[in-house]
C-alpha cells in the first residue's frame, strides 16, 4: 500500500470520527457520515483467505456446552450499546430511532436487512440439483475475498441496517479459518447484528458446531435431500450420511444445553427421485423441534432442470394432507420465504418454499455477495456488480490480508489524540454505499416465472449461494455498448443528491459486471442480445445456418416450444450389435440359453423404459408424454457351422425403437435412445460370451410430423402445411 493511500484513509477515517463525535451532531438518518461501520482489528485471526489459512479450528464434539439461556447473551468482544434508561419513555425511543438506510431500499419499499455471504466456491459434495457432476472451475485465491474484505463489507451493511447475516457457500464448513471468520462477524451483535446463521450440508458441522456457538451462531440450515443413506449417496454422488446424522444430533445436544440454535432442513424435492420421502419427513418432526422445508426444484446452471422434474407446492400439500389432514397454517414473518405448517401435537413444523409456483418477490429483503465479491439483489437476477474491486482500491486493487488491514488501522490512528479508539470505519464507505444503493434501486419487482426462468443464464446454485461462473452478460439491460456494457440509465428519482454519480460507470473498475466478452456476431452493428436479422434479398442457402439450441453468445439453452400446437408426430430409430466371427451368442439368442436370461426380451423393456426416461439423460430435451413406444430386436445370421449376414459367420441384433406422441415436440430422441439403450442391454447380456462385439449404424429412419412433415433415410418425402 502507497503512503499516499494510507494518508488518504486515515484522512476519511478522521473526517468520520469528527462528523460523529457529541459535539457535532448529525441527522438521525443512516447516512455515511452518522452511521459509519465499525471494525475492530482482528490480532487472533492469521489467516486472510481459504486458500493461505494454516490455524486450525476443527474441534471434536465434546459434552455439552454449558451455555446461558441464548446465544445472544455470549460474551462479545466489544460492549453493548447502552439500553435506554428506565425514565425514557416508549414514545421517546419511537421518535428517536434511525429511519431505514435509503440505500437498502428498493423503488418498491423494500428493506434489504437480511444479507447471505457465500464464504468459499469449494463443496465436498456434488447435489444433482446443485452443481454439475463434473464441478465447476474454482476461481484463483486472488479472485476470492479475505477475511478482512468480508468482515469490513459485513460491518457497512450492518451499519445500515442489516440485522441478519448468512455464511454459505459452496460449503462454508471447508473453509478453514470459518470460526475465527464467524467470531469477527459475530462481535458486529455490539452494533446491530442479531442473528448469525449458517447454511451447510452438515458433512463436517459437528467437528466445529461447539465453537460457532461460542462465536455467536444462532441459526443452522442443513441441506438434506433424504433420509435412506443410499439414496443420499446417489443424490450427492458421495456417501457421508453418517456424519450429517451427527451434526443434527450434536444441534438437538446442543439446543438442550440452551443454544437457542434455530435449526431448520431443507429438501429439494424432485419427482420420480425423492418425492417418496415427504412423509418420513414430516414425520422427523413429531418429537423433534425442527422446521423441515420443502423446495421447489429450481433452474440454474447445470442441474438439468425441466419442468417435468419439478415437484409443486400444492402436489406436496396434498401428499401430506392425505394422511395428516388436520395439518395447520402457521403464522409467518411478512419476510419469510417460506409457507409454515405444523401438524396438532408434533413439536416441529413443516414449510414450502415456492419459488416457481408462488413467488415471494413481494416481501424480499435479501440481499447476496458472492464468493467473489459480486453483489446480487435477486437469486434469479443475472446483473451483478463488484464490491472487492471497490474495496481493493485503497490497496491498489490488491486483495486486503491481515497484514494490510492492520496497516490500515495504524495509518488510521497514528495522529488521533488520545486515547487509541478500539475500532475504525470501513474504507471507501461511501463509494461502496453509492455503488450498493443503485444495484438495490435497479432490483426488478419480482424475478422471471416458469417458461422464461429456465432459460436464462445464471451461475450454477453452487457458485451464488450455496460462490466462479458461467460466464454470460447479464439479460436485465435491454441496451448494450459494443463492449458490452449496459447503456447509461438515470438514477431513480428518489435517490438523494450525494448518491447520484456524475455519470453512470463506463468502465469496469467500478461496477465489474459478471460477464465476459461476448461472442462477437458477423455484423457489429447488432447487440449480443439480439442475433442479426434475416436479409430478405439474400437466398436461403447463402445465410449461416442456425443451431436453435444455441444463444447468440454460444450458451446452451432449451427451446420454447409454447407457441408450437400439438401434433401427432413418429420417430423410428435404428441400429445394430453385431457379435465376432463365429460367435456363440447368436445361437444362444435364439435358444434363449443365454446365462442372464432372455436377451431379446430384456432389452426390449430397457428400450422402452429409456424412452421415457430421455429428459433425464439428455439434459435440453422437453419432458413428452408418449402414446407408444416399441422396440424390436431381430438377430440375423450367424448360425453355427452357415453364413452370416455379411457373408464372413458374423451375426447382427437389429435393433429398431419406433416412438409416438400427440405433442408439441418431436420424438427422435426419444427413438434414438430407446434403440441405443436396447442395444447397451444386448451387449451386456452376451459380453461373457463374445467380447468383441460392436455397436453401430445408429441413426434416425423416419421421422414424421411437425412443420417439417415425413422424412425418412436417403432425403424428405413431402412436407406437411
Known amino acids: 500500500m502507497t503512503a499516499a493511500a494510507l494518508r488518504c484513509a486515515a484522512r476519511r477515517l478522521r ?83 434511525k429511519p431505514f438506510s435509503d440505500f437498502l431500499t428498493d423503488t418498491f419499499h423494500r428493506q434489504h436487512d437480511y444479507l447471505r455471504i457465500s464464504v468459499t466456491e469449494r463443496c465436498n459434495l456434488r447435489c444433482v440439483y446443485c452443481m454439475p457432476e463434473e464441478g465447476v472451475p474454482l476461481s484463483p485465491p486472488k479472485e476470492l475475498l479475505t477475511t478482512p474484505e468480508i468482515v469490513m463489507l459485513s460491518s457497512l451493511f450492518v451499519s ?6 448468512r455464511l454459505t457457500g459452496g460449503e462454508p464448513t471447508v473453509r478453514r479459518d470459518i470460526v475465527p471468520l464467524m467470531q469477527q462477524i459475530g462481535a458486529l451483535r455490539a452494533h446491530g447484528l442479531r442473528e448469525l446463521c449458517l447454511t451447510t450440508n452438515g458433512l463436517s458441522l459437528h467437528r466445529k458446531l461447539d465453537l460457532m456457538v461460542e462465536a455467536g451462531l444462532t441459526g443452522v440450515n442443513l441441506s438434506l435431500d433424504t433420509l435412506d443413506p443410499w439414496q443420499f449417496q446417489i443424490m450427492t454422488r458421495r456417501a457421508g450420511f453418517s456424519a450429517v446424522q451427527n451434526t443434527m444430533n450434536r444441534i438437538f445436544e446442543l439446543n438442550k444445553a440452551g443454544a437457542g440454535i434455530k435449526f431448520k432442513i431443507n429438501c429439494v424435492v424432485m419427482r420420480g427421485l425423492n418425492d417418496r420421502e415427504i412423509l418420513p419427513f414430516v414425520e ?30 400444492q402436489e406436496m400439500l396434498d401428499v401430506i394432507r392425505a394422511r395428516y389432514p388436520d395439518l395447520e397454517r402457521v403464522a409467518d414473518h411478512k419476510n419469510d420465504t417460506s409457507k409454515t405448517f405444523q401438524v396438532p401435537g408434533f413439536a416441529g413444523r413443516v414449510g414450502f418454499i415456492t419459488s416457481m409456483t408462488h413467488n415471494f418477490c413481494g416481501t424480499c429483503n435479501r440481499l447476496r455477495i458472492t464468493g467473489d465479491g459480486n453483489l446480487k439483489v435477486c437469486l434469479f437476477g443475472n446483473a451483478e456488480v463488484s464490491l472487492r474491486d471497490i474495496i481493493r482500491q485503497v490497496n491498489k486493487g490488491e486483495p486486503i490480508d491481515e497484514a ?27 463509494e461502496l454505499l453509492n455503488v450498493i444503493g443503485m444495484a438495490v434501486k435497479r432490483k426488478k419487482e419480482k424475478h422471471a416465472g416458469i417458461g422464461e426462468l429456465e432459460h436464462m443464464k445464471n451461475r450454477p446454485m453452487i457458485l451464488i449461494d450455496a460462490a466462479t461462473s458461467s460466464h454470460s452478460p447479464p439479460r436485465a439491460h435491454p441496451r ?44 457489429d452493428d447488432h447487440p449480443p ?31 420454447s416450444i409454447a407457441s408450437k400446437s400439438p401434433t401427432h408426430r413418429v420417430a423410428i430409430a435404428k441400429c445394430t450389435v453385431r457379435f465376432s466371427r463365429c460367435s456363440p451368442a447368436p445361437g444362444l439368442i435364439r435358444a434363449n440359453q443365454m446365462k442372464k436370461g432372455d436377451v ?19 439434459p435440453l430435451c422437453h419432458p413428452i408424454s408418449l402414446a407408444h413406444a416399441e422396440v424390436e430386436l431381430v438377430v440375423v445370421g450367424g448360425e453355427a457351422g452357415g453364413e452370416g449376414a455379411t457373408g464372413e459367420g458374423e451375426g447382427v441384433v437389429e435393433v429398431t425403437a419406433t416412438v409416438s406422441c400427440e405433442g408439441k415436440t418431436g420424438v427422435e430422441m426419444e ?51
Not at 423433534?288 to 421447489?296: A, G, L, N, P, S
Request: charged share 20%.
Open 671 to 721: 427413438a434414438l435412445t430407446a434403440a441405443s439403450v436396447a442395444a447397451l442391454t444386448v451387449y451386456d447380456m452376451c459380453k461373457a460370451v463374445d467380447k468383441g462385439m460392436v455397436i453401430g449404424g445408429l441413426r434416425v429412419a423416419l421421422k414424421e410430423g411437425g412443420k417439417s412433415g415425413r422424412w425418412v433415410e436417403g432425403g424428405k418425402v413431402e412436407e406437411s402445411g
Open 480 to 523: 448494450w455498448h459494443p463492449a458490452g456494457l449496459p447503456s447509461p440509465r438515470l438514477p431513480h428519482p428518489s435517490l438523494p443528491a450525494f448518491m447520484i454519480p456524475p455519470t453512470f460507470p463506463t468502465t469496469l473498475s467500478h461496477a465489474r459486471l459478471f460477464s465476459t466478452t461476448p461472442i462477437r456476431l458477423k455484423n
Open 160 to 165: 445500515q441496517g442489516v440485522t441478519k447475516i
Open 404 to 430: 494490510a488491514f492492520q496497516a490500515l488501522y495504524q495509518a488510521a490512528t497514528q495522529n488521533i489524540e488520545g486515547p487509541t479508539p478500539q475500532h475504525m470505519v470501513v474504507p471507501n464507505s461511501e
Open 284 to 313: 422427523m418432526t413429531r418429537d423433534k423441534d425442527v422446521e423441515v422445508r420443502f423446495i421447489e426444484y429450481m433452474p440454474f446452471d447445470g442441474n438439468k432442470w425441466s419442468e417435468g422434474k419439478m415437484f409443486s407446492y
Open 529 to 559: 442480445s439480439q442475433p442479426p436479422q434475416d436479409d430478405p434479398n439474400q437466398p436461403k442457402h447463402d445465410q449461416q445456418p442456425t443451431l436453435t439450441h444455441i444463444t447468440p453468445t454460444g450458451a446452451a439453452r432449451m427451446v
Open 600 to 618: 431379446l426380451g430384456v432389452a426390449r423393456v430397457a428400450g422402452i423404459m429409456a424412452a421415457k426416461r430421455t429428459p433425464d439423460l439428455v
Open 15 to 97: 473526517a468520520g470520527a469528527l462528523q460523529a463525535s457529541p459535539s457535532n451532531p448529525t441527522n438521525r438518518t443512516r447516512s455515511i457520515a452518522s452511521s459509519q461501520p465499525v471494525l475492530a482489528p482482528s490480532p487472533s485471526s492469521s489467516a486472510s483467505s481459504p486458500s493461505t489459512t494454516t490455524t486450525s479450528t476443527t474441534a471434536e464434539p465434546g459434552p455439552p456446552l454449558r451455555l446461558p439461556a441464548h446465544p445472544a447473551t455470549l460474551p462479545r468482544t466489544a460492549p453493548p450499546a447502552p439500553a435506554p434508561s428506565s425514565s425514557a419513555s416508549r414514545r421517546d425511543r419511537i421518535r428517536e430511532a
